[in-house]
């Protein structure tokens, strides 16, 4: 594994206005190669639509969020600039990657939704919930419409830091008609 130079990891602000503010943060597992990132939440908005092409930017931005989210849960130093700002999460929940699986007979849909269930069961307190290309592996319009209500009901919810990965126009569009 190639590591970052030891100049780039700091030791972020906690943050007491349960926001976040990432600047020119990195993936520490992607070395030199990683390309430097402003992220925020919870500032002006609860919830970050996050899309484009495939070419795993979008996954690769909620897994480097989570990762540096619980470095600073364990003290760890973090690579981003030193205007970073991170709160202490009472729960960091995550729904990333395809776990479809024969031996439970799980779809790709199911295995969404088995995930999305448990990421609602374990909510508590100032929570990060990181979803990505939820809706998928079903009818278009029926994963939209449902990832939809669960994107609505968890972005209305106060004490929700939530980003999302998609390609569905119905989410893309949302934080434009909705003020989260």
Known sequence: VELLSESLWVVPEVSN??????????????????????VSCGEHARMMVITGPNTGGKTTTLKMVGLLSY???????????E???????????????????????????????????????????LSLVLLDELGAGTDPAEGSALA???????????????????????LKLLPYTNPY
């Not at 600073?72 to 981003?80: D, R, S």
Request: hydrophobic share 40%; charged share 25%.
């Open 17 to 38: 206005d349960r926001s976040f503010k990432l600047r020119s943060a990195r993936h520490p597992l992607l070395g030199e190669r990683a390309v430097p990132l402003d």
């Open 83 to 125: 205007e970073s700002t991170l709160p202490l999460f009472d729960s960091i929940l995550a729904d990333i990657g395809e776990e479809q699986s024969i031996e439970q007979s799980l779809s790709t849909f199911s295995s969404h939704i088995t995930q999305i269930r448990k990421i609602l069961e374990n909510l508590r307190g």
């Open 148 to 170: 939809r209500a669960i994107v609505e009901y968890l972005a209305e919810r106060e004490d929700i830091r939530l980003l999302v990965a998609t390609h569905l126009s119905e």
């Open 71 to 81: 470095m600073v849960q364990c003290g760890l130093f973090i690579p981003a600039s």
